[in-house]
Every structure is written in structure tokens, then in C-alpha cells.
């Protein structure tokens, strides 16, 4: 189960904007990342290479975690809303609940729920 702390600074890690980084520094090596029912990432260095990925194709990213979080021994449960301005001038908006499944002070395995719909670019 993560501390307190913890949760704390990897939630302010992604708010920050260092996706890569909250990647590298709270998940296992071994982790594993899920997008709705779509096969899971698997392997930190995998999730990592997929995150540089996404955050090239855009300028920006606003990342704001929605208070509060819920938390049940090792699951961990977060809703995200994200904004992103892609290199092609179009923005985004996507929210989404994050699935955690900690193991001490690490993401060991993460489900996100979202509407694909919201990939879409506004209009």
C-alpha cells in the first residue's frame, strides 16, 4: 500500500507535467498500463517509450488530478483531467479514471476507463 506521501508526490509529479518522470520514478519495473479494454503495455521501459510517444505529438499538456482520491489498501483510484494542444494545432480534453494496483511504493498495474470519443480533437 503506498504512504500517504507518496500518492502526494506522484500526483504532483504528473500535475507537473513529468509524465516520463512519475513513470520512472513510482512504477515497478515489471509494471503494466491498460487503456480501457485495449492489451496492456507491459515492462516500465515499454510505458515509458509509449509516454515520450504521445507527449511528441503534442506542445503542450495541462494535467490536473480531481480531488479526491480513493484509496482501499493496495488499489488506488484517480480521476484525471487532461488538455493537450497537439503539434498539429488541435486540443484534446480527456478525463479519465486511473485503476492502480500498488505493491509498497510502486505502481505494479493500471487500468485507465475514458471515452475514446474524447481523442477527438475539439471543435
Not at 488530478?65 to 488506488?76: A, E
Not at 497537439?86 to 493500471?110: F, P, T
Amino acid at each position: 500500500m503506498p504512504s500517504q506521501d507518496t500518492l502526494e508526490r506522484f500526483i504532483a509529479r504528473v500535475e507537473e507535467n513529468a509524465h516520463v518522470e512519475a513513470i520512472e520514478e513510482f512504477y515497478a519495473a515489471s509494471a503494466s498500463m491498460q487503456e480501457n479494454d485495449l492489451p496492456p503495455r507491459v515492462g516500465r521501459e515499454t510505458l515509458v517509450a509509449n509516454e515520450r510517444a504521445v507527449l511528441a505529438r503534442s506542445r503542450w499538456v495541462k494535467s490536473k488530478c480531481v480531488l479526491p482520491v480513493f484509496v482501499n489498501g493496495d488499489y488506488v483510484v484517480v480521476r484525471w483531467i487532461f488538455e493537450f494542444e497537439r503539434i498539429d494545432d488541435s486540443r484534446i480534453r480527456m478525463e479519465e479514471l486511473a485503476y492502480q494496483r500498488w505493491e509498497g511504493e510502486r505502481i505494479v498495474e493500471e487500468k485507465f476507463f475514458y471515452d475514446p470519443r474524447q481523442l477527438q480533437p475539439l471543435k
